[in-house]
């Protein structure tokens, strides 16, 4: 936000003078202020501005996501790409983090038939956030292969993103699943 500030009043400085001189001129001459009350809205709007964005600032962030908020249920993100896919995925896949540091992977095999893998993981500290580290080998489901990526959000939200061979780009949000 510095920078933006600073090219704004590199313009508003000089538009300032110009209106103070014209102002002064037209005050002088015509005995009228309404340039100065130009002048006067013009930094007004932009001290009102900055105040906005100064107290918004914190919630416009991405969250800082913590250990506790990594536990509970995922299920596949239809927002991220709508369609009979997404659909399909939310259908067939999602996961559990437990605090006993465990990873309830469920798929559906067969109409009502769902298959759990139950995988080892670790939570580990990063620069500000709490990765998560999958234990698993190859013989684990492809969704859950590799570790996920975290993506934070403003409005204290994230999801994770597991890269599959067979499926490309995987979206988990944190949510309970209904069929």
């Known amino acids: 936000m510095g920078k933006g500030i600073a090219i704004i009043l590199m313009f508003l400085f000089p538009i300032s003078f110009v209106l103070l001189a014209i102002w002064l001129i037209t005050y002088l001459i015509w005995k009228v202020n309404y340039v100065l009350y130009a002048l006067a809205s013009i930094w007004i709007g932009f001290i009102s501005l900055i105040l906005i964005f100064v107290i918004m600032e914190p919630y416009l962030e991405p969250m800082k996501v913590s250990e506790k908020d990594i536990y509970g249920e995922y299920v596949i993100d239809v927002t991220k790409f709508p369609g ?95 069929k």
Do not use: C
């Open 84 to 178: 009979k896919q997404a659909n399909w995925q939310y259908d067939n896949f999602r996961f559990e983090f437990t605090e006993d540091k465990k990873m309830n992977f469920e798929y559906r095999v067969y109409e009502d038939n769902w298959k759990k893998e139950v995988i080892d993981i670790s939570i580990e500290p990063t620069w500000h956030n709490r990765r998560v580290i999958i234990h698993s080998d190859t013989s684990n489901h492809h969704i859950i292969r590799d570790n996920p990526t975290l993506y934070r959000l403003s409005f204290n939200r994230f999801y994770y993103v597991f890269e599959s061979e067979k499926f490309g780009n995987v979206f988990f949000k944190k949510g309970k699943w209904e």
